[in-house]
């Protein structure tokens, strides 16, 4: 099994410009999330989702989008980067408890 | 809103000496508690969890105890080693999501 993978590794945005982050995972779990970690911090969740369609706000949205067509993928949209979106972006999984994370993506908006 | 609060946010240890990391949560509800290390630039992984009906766990040199009435649990790791300099970061589940602390930067002098 690959577990959870993010692409891309890195990106540099403009500000104004929008991406989407891509995740996905293989391990047939039903829980995803999506984290951002700033330099020196710890990590605060912006979405959630419990199963295929369904999906959810968690500490910090605002700025972010999310949907999920599948139970394997769960892409993060960005839109109007600002440079208050420049962290590093974690995409992890989950059947029970325990959170499998990816190897995230480092992004810089200037 | 609900917080876990991590201390210290630095901890320098010799190696071979032991060293522990606490964390207070705000919700009684919580259930669940994980501690994360996460090594510099790579992902968060899972070393020790605990759930709220036990009050101590022992996986080798790592162990966790938890306080539910004071709503604190600790991490604790004996003979450290070089190896273990990392960031080490607890969480507690909240309202189906995982909270984080700031983390603690174990720093282990030769």
């Known amino acids: 099994n690959a577990g959870v993978t993010q692409t891309p590794k890195f990106r540099i945005l403009k500000i104004g410009q929008s991406m989407t982050l891509q995740c996905a995972q293989d391990?047939?779990?039903?829980?995803m999330y999506w984290y951002r970690q700033d330099p020196g911090m710890g990590l605060k969740l912006i979405y959630y989702?419990?199963?295929?369609?369904?999906?959810d706000k968690g500490e910090v949205p605002n700025g972010y989008n999310v949907s999920r067509s599948t139970t394997e993928d769960f892409p993060l949209r960005l839109e109007l980067a600002a440079p208050s979106q420049t962290s590093v972006y974690f995409c992890?999984?989950?059947?029970?408890?325990?959170?499998?994370f990816g190897p995230g993506t480092r992004l810089t908006v200037l | 809103g609900e917080n876990v609060e991590q201390h210290p946010s630095t901890l320098s240890v010799q190696e071979g000496d032991s060293a522990v990391i606490k964390c207070t949560y705000s919700?009684?509800?919580?259930?669940?508690f994980p501690w994360y290390k996460q090594e510099l630039g790579k992902r968060p992984q899972l070393i020790i969890d605990i759930r709220s009906n036990v009050g101590e766990k022992k996986d080798q040199r790592i162990a966790v105890t938890l306080n539910k009435t004071a709503k604190h649990f600790s991490l604790h790791i004996t003979e450290t080693q070089p190896e273990d300099s990392a960031v080490y970061f607890c969480a507690a589940l909240m309202n189906y999501q995982l909270i984080w602390g700031a983390g603690t930067k174990l720093i282990i002098k030769p």
């Open positions: 391990m047939n779990h039903n829980y």
């Open positions: 992890a999984s989950s059947f029970g408890n325990e959170q499998f």
């Open positions: 919700d009684s509800a919580s259930n669940y």
């Open positions: 989702s419990v199963g295929a369609g369904i999906t």
